[in-house]
């Protein structure tokens, strides 16, 4: 498989090498993130059209581009090997741009193949592959598979599953920061070697939701804004968190995050409820806010807590409400995570 990878510039010697033996060469591109049958298809498809098939797979970079800036879910790394591993494919590369004019500029491949959910006439490329004697081939494609929907599919069950299950009863919630109430603080945390949880933290959290209790993550993550670590950077480290609480059986709702600076002036920045009034939102509204708590380590979260109209819960764990922000008065103060459940049990309705 790995045999198959190349560079681009690697590709321009080789395909020049199989023309002059008089065969035919095939180039088309795609994100491939997450493989499905339809790709299968189409590049089957596409390898009946030549002798050979060469196909580029675009970047991380190029992806958050000009798709989403959350995607790809599968690292290009990845992705090359999968597609690689293809029988009908003979070569595969990486490429940072967001369109084909420079691979076919420099492979001039005899057929340019794409989907035919792309009109001939919209293609920007079609008049660069006829100027050297090319040709652009549309392959129709069968069926509606695409990676989105999968997403999209995954992303609707797992609402569905909540909000069935409280349909009708009120949710009670604990809105928990993360740095420094969850795991030790260190400013602009950006990589999962730095996550270290606090003391009693997996404790706490498993209690709270033994007793009736949701968990849902609030945290400023101003770092993203001022560009020291990425979003990216950010879902890592909740996903190596993810992967310390659940084996506890711990099950974090959802992760609400401002990724703004100060000077944004957002509506989510705690102490501002912007990220709270999403949660209640999600759940259509059957958050019991009276009765949840906000937990953190910062006259923010207090703050933010209040604002919403939850009880207050400081934490002497992170910055222990030394950050002399606001003024405020927590309902209560605790050691950490598994001594404010004490104040949630005794305050429990
Ligand atoms: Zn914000």
């Not at 990676?147 to 949710?171: A, C, G, H, P, R």
């Amino acid at each position: 498989m790995y045999h198959k990878i190349k560079t681009r510039e690697e590709l321009k010697e080789i395909v020049k090498r199989i023309k002059q033996e008089s065969k035919k060469v095939a180039f088309t591109s795609g994100s491939f993130d997450i493989i499905h049958a339809g790709h299968v298809d189409y590049l089957e498809k596409a390898k009946q059209k030549c002798d050979t098939l060469i196909v580029g797979v675009n970047s991380d970079l190029s992806i958050k581009q000009y798709k989403n800036p959350n995607r790809p879910i599968i690292p290009q790394d990845q992705r090359i090997k999968l597609i690689a591993a293809f029988e009908c494919i003979d070569y595969a590369f990486i490429f940072n741009e967001t369109n084909n004019n420079v691979n076919i500029e420099t492979l001039k491949p005899d057929y340019y193949i794409k989907a035919e959910d792309y009109k001939t006439s919209q293609l920007s490329s079609k008049p660069i592959v006829e100027k050297y004697g090319g040709e652009v081939i549309l392959i129709p494609i069968k069926e509606e598979i695409s990676t989105t929907e999968i997403i999209e599919k995954i992303n609707m069950l797992s609402s569905i599953d909540t909000i069935e299950t409280y349909q009708n009863e009120n949710i009670k919630v604990i809105f928990l920061d993360r740095d420094g109430t969850i795991n030790e603080e260190i400013e602009y945390l950006h990589s999962p070697e730095q996550f270290k949880l606090i003391q009693n933290a997996l404790e706490g959290m498993k209690k709270m939701q033994d007793i009736g209790y949701r968990l849902i993550i609030v945290t400023n993550q101003p770092g993203i804004g001022l560009g020291y670590f990425s979003r990216e950077d950010f879902f890592k480290i909740n996903l190596h968190m993810f992967k310390q609480l659940s084996p506890e059986k711990i099950q974090i709702d959802k992760v609400y995050f401002c990724p703004h600076t100060i000077t944004d002036n957002c509506e989510c920045r705690k102490p501002k409820i912007g990220l709270i009034e999403k949660a209640q939102e999600y759940y259509m509204g059957k958050i019991d806010l009276k009765n949840s708590f906000f937990i953190g380590d910062s006259t923010t979260d207090i703050k933010c807590g209040q604002n919403a109209g939850t009880k207050t819960i400081l934490v002497k764990t992170g910055k222990a409400g030394n950050d002399s922000k606001e003024e405020v008065k927590p309902d209560f103060i605790a050691s950490d995570l598994l001594d404010a459940t004490k104040f949630i049990e005794e305050n429990s309705n």
